[in-house]
């Protein structure tokens, strides 16, 4: 079944205590993305990646890191979370158009969420 | 800076009427525009891509328009049902991947039998 998992799917943690968020996809999709969502301000990007070890920055990226260094893999770490980072976390991939045009021009297919709370 | 703003945080609607929701841009030169439907705690699931030339796009009961001149699209549910309540988004895909996303803050649907 294509689809994208991320894991875990609920994290409690206190502040300062280095996390990562794994994101697998098995659709061999080029574009990966990270985003959270907060009450009030929508789904925000955080960093995304065009392809194997290409990443950049999305709207959102202060206090996140991000790696892709397999295509399916696109893990988010918080190297020392703070309770402002306390969101719902959402990964997405999606196939690109092709010929070297990478990005999100098709349909992303986002996972399940990951509920995050920092204290 | 750039901005979407979809036209209101809830849309109250009868079953079979047709729902109207609208999504705004400024600042902003998208290539093509989505939308999305999301369920309470699930990620959004992909409902309709359209592009910049492309002035409607329809699938099943679902049609949306796009005015990069008004810089607006429309995304209609006609027919509705109770089972079509849902958070709607749109989002604007820019024209060189390497720009990031952006999605508007949704619009909150509830279609009453």
């Known amino acids: 079944e294509a689809q994208v998992t991320q894991n875990p799917r609920y994290l409690i943690t206190v502040t300062g205590k280095k996390l990562t968020v794994t994101c697998s996809q098995n659709m061999n999709h080029e574009y990966m993305s990270w985003y959270r969502q907060d009450p009030g301000l929508g789904l925000r990007q955080i960093y995304y990646?065009?392809?194997?070890?290409?990443?950049d920055k999305g709207d959102v990226p202060e206090g996140y890191k991000v790696s892709r260094k397999e295509k399916r893999n696109f893990p988010l770490i918080l190297e020392s979370p703070s309770p402002n980072q306390t969101s719902l976390y959402f990964c997405a991939s999606s196939l690109s158009l092709g010929g070297g045009r990478a990005g999100p021009y098709n349909e992303q297919f986002f996972g399940p969420g990951t509920r995050l709370t920092v204290l | 800076s750039q901005k979407i703003e979809q036209n209101s945080e809830a849309l109250n609607i009868q079953e079979g009427k047709t729902a109207t929701l609208t999504c705004n841009y400024t600042?902003?030169?998208?290539?093509?525009l989505q939308w999305y439907r999301q369920d309470p705690g699930r990620g959004p699931v992909f409902l309709l891509l359209?592009?910049?030339?492309?002035k409607e796009k329809r699938k099943e009961r679902l049609k949306v328009t796009f005015d990069t001149t008004l810089k607006q699209s429309l995304f209609h549910i006609t027919a509705s049902q109770p089972a079509d309540s849902a958070t709607y988004l749109c989002a604007l895909v820019p024209l060189w991947g390497n720009t990031p996303l952006v999605f508007g803050k949704g619009t909150r649907l509830s279609v009453i039998a």
């Open positions: 990646s065009m392809n194997v070890e290409v990443t």
């Open positions: 359209i592009r910049e030339n492309e």
């Open positions: 600042n902003y030169s998208p290539a093509y």
